[in-house]
């Protein structure tokens, strides 16, 4: 009996332990299919065909609270090759544009410089308008934008090229490559500024920042006369914090510029028609151009003369590695035939009569005595007080005369 009862507890006590692990397993379970099922749907979000309608994510969200800009405020982005950064600037409720948000360029391709045509490679530098139509939400690198390349500027020039990009996937032929999280919230921040009724949005590609450090970094570069007139369109959005205005006439870039004449349009071949700029933007854009003038003259000096001190280093090394190497028979000695070059070029020299030593004129010189004149007068010194040897009687030296006859010793 008591047997028994012993072996029914035992037989509970393992149903018991049985249920429960089920019920752990199927916990279990659910909680991992749950996780899979959000995954899927999240994926499905971000890299199935509603990627292009995601929202931006939860940090840019924050800071754009933080810095009081409305979700649909228009945008602008700056591009720099060299620091390979992204800016993406937003519209406050002041008007004014703040920074929202730096990302780090995945890749760019080519070098610094323009791009000139098809084929080259090369991600392009200038002023670029991205509209709605230029926006593709099927990309196959993720989601991508179009600058719109080649703008009227690319165009006067004759530049070529089709399908310059900021993209995601981190591969780059001649675009701008970002990661795919990345380009998912550049895409939703320029998404929502349409939404908000912006007609378009500006791209500004540039070399590196464009400081007078850096444009003195490459001074003797052939694209400097192209590079100083981006810059003015980098100083416009620097001193307003807006983005200018783009027009193309004579084959450049006009920032900021209104014709005197309504109706006169910028044509980007022909000649400028009269226009202004605002006076208070212009005076800012000339005291800033100013200074960093000033700036890049300085450094561009101190360069050269390094570069000067460079090249004489260099040439002194060259001339004793001449003379190092000299030796070999029959090899003319470099430092002798330098030395006959100078003597030959050096005219020779008229002295009048008045300023010639005469002749036999005594001339002071100082010398270090030998050692023949040091022991002459060692000898002359004894000679002078000591009495003997066979020439003392010539030297004037004799016997001591005295009246004084010391005492007998008793």
Request: hydrophobic residues 35%; glycine residues 6%; neutral net charge.
């Amino acid at each position: 009996m008591i047997f028994g009862r012993f072996s029914s507890s035992a037989e509970n006590r393992q149903a018991d332990h049985q249920r429960m692990y089920k019920r752990a397993c199927t916990r279990v379970a659910a909680v991992l299919l749950a996780g899979v099922l959000v995954g899927c749907q999240a994926d499905d979000f971000a890299s199935g065909p509603n990627k292009h309608k995601a929202p931006v994510s939860a940090s840019i969200k924050r800071k754009m609270a933080d810095l009081n800009m409305p979700s649909t405020s228009p945008i602008m982005i700056r591009i720099f090759k060299e620091e390979s950064e992204l800016e993406v600037w937003k519209q406050t409720r002041t008007g004014k544009f703040k920074l929202l948000e730096e990302f780090e360029i995945c890749k760019w391709s080519g070098k610094l410089g323009p791009k000139f045509k098809e084929g080259d490679r090369q991600a392009p530098e200038g002023f670029y308008e991205v509209t709605p139509a230029l926006m593709n939400p099927n990309s196959s690198y993720h989601l991508a934008f179009n600058l719109g390349f080649p703008n009227r500027y690319d165009q006067a020039h004759g530049r070529t090229g089709s399908h310059l990009m900021v993209h995601g996937a981190c591969s780059s032929r001649g675009c701008y490559a970002m990661t795919d999280e990345q380009v998912q919230d550049i895409y939703a921040l320029a998404r929502d500024s349409f939404k908000g009724g912006a007609r378009s949005f500006q791209v500004q590609a540039f070399p590196f920042r464009m400081t007078p450090e850096n444009l003195a970094k490459h001074y003797d570069s052939q694209h400097l006369a192209f590079w100083k007139m981006l810059k003015t369109g980098y100083d416009h959005f620097e001193v307003t914090n807006t983005p200018p205005a783009i027009s193309v006439c004579e084959k450049k870039y006009v920032f900021d510029a209104t014709p005197l004449v309504d109706g006169v349009p910028f044509r980007a071949s022909a000649k400028c028609p009269a226009y202004e700029v605002s006076p208070r933007i212009a005076m800012a854009v000339a005291a800033k151009q100013n200074r960093d003038s000033e700036k890049f003259e300085t450094i561009v000096a101190r360069l050269d003369a390094r570069e000067e001190r460079k090249q004489r280093w260099e040439d002194r090394q060259s001339q004793i590695a001449e003379v190092l190497s000299f030796g070999d028979e029959g090899t003319e000695d470099p430092v002798a035939a330098a030395s006959e070059a100078a003597a030959a070029e050096t005219p020779p020299t008229a002295v009048s009569n008045a300023e010639s030593p005469a002749e036999n004129q005594p001339v002071e010189a100082a010398f270090a005595a030998n050692n023949e004149s040091r022991s002459s007068s060692t000898a002359n010194f004894f000679k002078r007080w000591v009495p003997f040897g066979p020439k003392a009687a010539e030297a004037g030296v004799g016997p001591i005369a005295t009246d004084v006859v010391p005492a007998q010793k008793p």
